[in-house]
């Protein structure tokens, strides 16, 4: 009977934190939360199936190709939004079955700058680029910044749109598929120490494992040396926990 109530209460909280990961408190770092994997019921599922939408985001283009076999060794497609023009990166990441989003010519604050740098940053960088044969479904705002019209502008150009932030949301498809999405950075900015990054990481995975739904994660170059920047360890935790744990790893324009 006390299982019975455990395992509602548990059902409770973590529909709960489908809506927002960041509700929970963050574990204490090297603890890595408990979660309900081998409950003889199956919890609710939001969806199948589960998996990660990993993206980087900006200009580290020459940083990002040499860790193309890093991803290759665990199998992970992911999403650069690349800014500013094209490259022979770009050909080369579609290549190796990796998605060209874009993310602005210049990567400005688009709230601070007139309509018309809004549509020159945005259609006009982007329409270069689809010259060269790219097809840019995914568009990331910079910084995560956006308000309503600009979504309007946006949404017949791009399937769908990024904001940006510090929360960690898990989304189902048809949600995916409603064409704007917020992901969570994982920068090293975000954790004080190896322990805590693997904490929260273990504890996103396992919950989605267990409950299903997609996990937008974001970060930018990588280096331990960079706030905005992944270390190459800390992203190897992160695709080797995801393939122990049989996570898939999608593109963006998976979806659509
Ligand atoms: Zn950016």
């Known amino acids: 009977m006390a299982k019975r109530v455990r395992l509602v209460l548990l059902s409770f909280f973590m529909a709960l934190s489908i809506l927002s990961c960041a509700s929970r408190p963050p574990p204490a770092p090297g603890v890595v939360p408990e979660f309900p994997v081998e409950e003889e019921e199956p919890l609710p599922s939001i969806g199948e199936p589960s998996g990660l939408l990993l993206a980087f985001d900006d200009d580290y283009e020459e940083v990002w190709e040499r860790y193309f076999d890093l991803l290759d060794r665990y199998e992970a497609k992911v999403t650069f939004f690349v800014q500013g023009d094209y490259s022979t990166f770009c050909a080369a990441a579609v290549k190796k079955g990796h998605e060209i989003g874009y993310h602005t010519k210049s990567h400005p604050n688009l709230l601070k700058v007139s309509r018309q740098v809004f549509f020159e940053e945005t259609l006009g960088g982007a329409e270069a680029l689809r010259q060269q044969g790219l097809p840019l479904k995914s568009f990331a705002y910079p910084y995560g910044f956006s308000e309503p019209w600009m979504e309007d502008a946006l949404e017949e ?22 064409g704007y999405i917020s992901s969570k950075s994982i920068d090293n900015i975000q954790y004080k120490s190896d322990a805590a990054f693997e904490a929260d990481i273990s504890a996103m995975l396992m919950m989605i494992q267990s409950n299903g739904g997609i996990l937008p994660l974001t970060t930018h170059t990588i280096t331990a040396k960079a706030d905005w920047g992944i270390s190459p360890e800390r992203l190897e935790y992160l695709l080797r926990t995801a393939a122990e744990l049989g996570l898939k790893f999608y593109r963006y324009g998976d979806f659509f």
């Not at 769908?160 to 598929?177: D, E, H, L, W």
């Open 157 to 178: 150009h791009f399937s769908i749109r990024r904001g940006f932030g510090a929360t960690c949301r898990i989304y189902s498809v048809p949600a995916i598929k409603a």
